[in-house]
T-cell receptor, first 115, second 114 residues
């Protein structure tokens, strides 16, 4: 069975602080995909990044960076110099490689960035 | 390019009633998935449609059913509503059923069952 754990339920930081959101996953598939989505109060899930299981390169996109470590089954997300607009619920998700397999989402981490 | 749109945005129904939720997929996307998100939880997969056929189903009872139309828009139908069906229902579309494809989500329909 596939499972995603986000141990941090809620995090509060002050603007300009760096913050890391943790994600640990479980799967028996050899090929799989990991995602991060942001859910602002409006409700839609906004795609942030996708990683496949064969690509362990870390990625940086502006203030966002992701650290994928297969050895520890983790896919952590760091926001540098956080801003109030980063306040949202962040979901880590896992998808296997078979057609019809869909996202398994973690429970989410609510991030509050205070001015 | 239009995004994923869902209607209605909010809905209140009585226990035992039936409801239909609608989703227009992003232009060119042939795959639509539906998710149920209870308050404070992550979305749970209900089912997926690819080119008008059900392509995968999560752990939901048969009273949750769906359709995908030739233009790839989709409906989610829920019969015999229960109080626990109260949730945000999200629709997602992707360019293809490949599981590595990006999925674009709509803003959801907030269903309240009283």
């Amino acid at each position: 069975a596939q499972k995603v754990t986000q141990a941090q339920t809620e995090i509060s930081v002050v603007e300009k602080e760096d913050v890391t959101l943790d994600c640990v996953y479980e799967t028996r598939d050899t090929t799989y995909y990991l995602f991060w989505y942001k859910q602002p109060p409006s409700g839609e899930l906004v795609f942030l990044i996708r990683r496949n299981s064969f690509d362990e390169q870390n990625e940086i996109s502006g203030r966002y960076s992701w650290n994928f470590q297969k050895s520890t089954s983790s896919f952590n997300f760091t926001i540098t110099a956080s801003q109030v607009v980063d306040s949202a619920v962040y979901f880590c998700a896992l998808r296997g490689d078979n057609y019809g397999q869909n996202f398994v989402f973690g429970p989410g981490t609510r991030l509050s960035v205070l001015p | 390019e239009t995004g994923v749109t869902q209607s209605p945005t909010h809905l209140i129904k009585t226990r035992g009633q039936q409801v239909t939720l609608r989703c227009s997929s992003q232009s060119g996307h042939n795959t639509v998935s539906w998710y149920q998100q209870a308050l404070g939880q992550g979305p749970q997969f209900i089912f997926q449609y690819y080119r008008e056929e059900e392509n995968g189903r999560g752990n939901f009872p048969p009273r949750f059913s769906g359709l995908q139309f030739p233009n790839y828009s989709s409906e989610l139908n829920v019969n015999a509503l229960e109080l626990d069906d109260s949730a945000l229902y999200l629709c997602a579309s992707s360019l293809d059923r490949w599981t590595g494809a990006e999925a674009f989500f709509g803003q959801g329909t907030r269903l309240t069952v009283v």
